[in-house]
């Protein structure tokens, strides 16, 4: 009876299957394309990564540099004041270099990489000292992994640069 039961998974596994690829055979015949390109959807998948990362992201990164410093708070009992440090710089893609002449933002700090998306933290994001960096000030509730995230918009681009940066805070 075991080898029955097998026996129609296997089956059921091999219809669905061929159902599959029936599906996408009818699909790539009736000639439907994306953005006005004679290619087919079923076969470019370069194109959903073009369609959800604008130019300006190919040709510009935002990046975490060291380890987010603690200030402030450390051995209280009750750490009100304490402050995490993260720095970031915005760099051209092909040569590294720093850019100057964005206007780069905090768009939102949350723990999202724990689970709980909706715990935010009071925070701010100022120039620093060296070209392209980026000083984000965070105050979080609690310790844990946090996504920072920062937009910039570079000049003669018209898709900002997005980026969300995982770093681990502590209280």
Excluded: C
């Amino acid at each position: 009876m075991k080898k029955t039961n097998r026996m129609n998974k296997i089956f059921a596994a091999a219809v669905t299957g061929m159902a599959i690829a029936s599906a996408n055979g009818a699909f790539a015949a009736s000639g439907q394309t994306v953005s006005g390109t004679a290619r087919p959807i079923y076969s470019a998948p370069e194109i959903q990564m073009t369609r959800f990362a604008p130019a300006s992201a190919l040709d510009y990164r935002l990046e975490l540099i060291g380890q987010p410093r603690q200030i402030g708070g450390i051995g209280r009992v009750h750490q009100v004041d304490s402050e995490s440090l993260v720095f970031v710089r915005l760099v051209r893609s092909s040569d590294g270099a720093p850019l100057t002449d964005a206007d780069v933002t905090l768009s939102r700090v949350d723990m999202a990489p724990d689970g709980m998306g909706e715990m935010t933290a009071r925070s701010y994001i100022r120039p620093d000292g060296d070209p392209g960096t980026y000083r984000v000030e965070i105050h979080p509730a609690m310790a844990g992994r946090w996504a920072v995230t920062v937009a910039a918009r570079v000049a003669g681009e018209s898709e900002p640069v997005r980026r969300a940066l995982t770093v681990a805070l502590a209280k």
